[in-house]
């Protein structure tokens, strides 16, 4: 059973467009939601971390959203760009473990 | 501080020989993950450690895993015997606090032939 999942799994856009990326959980009783990026051969990093209380986190042109009610986040990138090529994957908080989705492999195109 | 480290970067083994990974996790962090990534499974936690303690190995696979934590600055995750489908991204995270935008190694990209 996928407890959270991420669709889709591969997205490609031109430069400059708004990228949205869908995480859903299926356990409303979370803790935090925390959304990275990983790029290739490389480890995770972190952009936002939206703690169980909050609705939403900024970071530039990073937007993330939390709706534990319709077990949903979303993480929007405004304005995309090459270098925001990457995987990005969400991670469902739950007392001390995180559970991660599968990703969604996004590709900007120049 | 130079991030979590992880080494080797890449080991490549054959299928029956133990596999030592080894983290050094950043000064100060008091919980220590271990994941472990492929693209069938994604990534998954394998054990978690709170001040060198281990709190939950819920996700080891098998006996055949091993994790250890001596002390505050180095973590080992042992293979022993090792298979084909123990080949995977193991990588290591530390936090301070639980699941508190913690950090992530570079991971060890396992190779069992």
């Known amino acids: 059973k996928q407890e959270v999942t991420q669709i889709p799994a591969a997205l490609s856009v031109p430069e400059g467009e708004n990228l949205v990326l869908n995480c859903s959980f299926t356990?409303?009783?979370?803790?935090?939601l925390q959304w990275f990026r990983q790029d290739p051969g490389k480890g995770l990093t972190s952009l936002l971390l939206?703690?169980?209380?909050?609705r939403e986190q900024t970071s530039g042109r990073l937007n993330a959203s939390l709706d534990k009610s319709s077990g949903r986040s979303t993480l929007y990138i405004a304005a995309s760009q090459p270098g925001d090529s990457a995987t990005y994957l969400c991670g469902k908080a739950a007392g001390n473990k995180l559970t991660f989705g599968g990703g969604t492999r996004v590709l900007v195109k120049p | 501080d130079a991030g979590v480290i992880q080494s080797p970067r890449h080991e490549v083994t054959e299928m029956g020989q133990e596999v030592t990974l080894r983290c050094k996790p950043i000064?100060?962090?008091?919980?220590l993950f271990w994941y472990r990534q492929t693209m069938m499974r994604g990534l998954e936690l394998l054990i978690y450690f709170n001040n060198n303690v281990p709190i939950d190995d819920s996700g080891m696979p098998e006996d055949r895993f091993s994790a250890k934590m001596p002390n505050a600055s180095f973590s080992t995750l042992k293979i022993q015997p090792s298979e084909p489908r123990d080949s995977a991204v193991y990588f290591c995270?530390?936090?301070?606090?639980?699941?508190?935008?913690?950090?992530f190694g570079p991971g060890t990209r396992l190779t069992v032939t």
């Open positions: 000064s100060g962090h008091d919980y």
């Open positions: 995270a530390s936090s301070f606090g639980p699941v508190n935008d913690g950090a």
């Open positions: 939206i703690q169980s209380s909050q």
């Open positions: 356990d409303s009783a979370i803790y935090n």
